[in-house]
């Protein structure tokens, strides 16, 4: 049921907008799309370790990866070991509860999850390199949702002026469980927690899991849309919180508490070498598209939060059957095209299990 709960909210409503939490800063060229594909190496074939526009901040663990990196190696074949270092001195202190959701692995590595019956596969990655976004930042505690499957790379993603908001398909450099490409990937980032308050994305403004993990809003100036987007799932009419709010976790007694956000993968046109060790085009531009609606606002306009911002809240439970996430799946309520004017629960109280991947 998941599976083709999943499947609407990605066909159905408009793809939202472009750029990494951690954001890169995309030109808009006008350069014609060309079909060029989204890697510059085919998968498994390794590229440059640490881009240069990581400047000095790749670790000294800093790798290209490929096919035996298997889901590590997302969503770009280099691990430059930026954000993910020191992962260890924060991942369980404070508010902070990461192993937990790695029981099955570890917080080094990534943990999937699935719902019994469903094909598509959610990832939480821990402090293992995943998540390296153009701007060379978001490698750490990553998380994805994959669907529809394939043996076969995807075809070249059309890339449209910035900001596209069109989602692509997703050719997976590390072709985890033997599977090439997905039809459908969205992608973000996620916290562990101690408490269901730490848990909440917003406590007060500046507070909360969306501080923690960059999930409201785009890096970068000209992107923050953050309180706009806290004032649409602030009133949220089918959330289980006794404030009908979706910046509260609904879970309240779980043994850790998850909270993360997704995006579609989109790809926009750009003209920057920057770009090249990752997507393998200057000209292309591919990321977790949390960029503006309307696109970055430098000279002051009002940037508007992507229209296809999903935020994810699960509590972790043990059972007879060991360990399980139940979750609710939050999105913003179509509005026509519109701007979004409330938050909905899309899916609720869905139980996933550690699966392979
Ligand atoms: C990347 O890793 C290599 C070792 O594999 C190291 O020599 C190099 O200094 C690292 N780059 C940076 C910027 O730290
Ligand atoms: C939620 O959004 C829908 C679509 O825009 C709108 O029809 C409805 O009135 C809104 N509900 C609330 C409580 O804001």
Known sequence: MLQAVI?????????????AVHGPTPSSSGRPAAAVSPFAAPPGIATAGCPSNCGTRCGSHNASCGWAQGGR?????????VQDQGCRAWEDRGRFSTSPFFRESSPRSYQAWQSAGSSDTWVAHGCDGAGIQTDCFGDVMYFEHFDQPSPAPAPPCSSEPYPSHRACSFTHPGKPSGAASFGQYQCGWWRGYKSANAANLQNSPGRGAAYDAGLFGAAGAGADYSKLLADVLDNCPSCRTSTKSALQTPFTDAKAFFTGALWPWVCSEADDAAYEPYTGSKYMNCYCDNEPHNGRQPSGGKPVFPYESMFVYCGLYEDGSGNSLTCDLITLEPNGGEQPTNATVYASSFVLRPAAF
Do not use: E, H
């Open 7 to 19: 499947a609407i909210v990605t066909s159905t409503i408009p793809v939202p907008v472009s750029a």
């Open 73 to 81: 190696c997302s969503p770009f074949s280099v691990l430059p070991n």
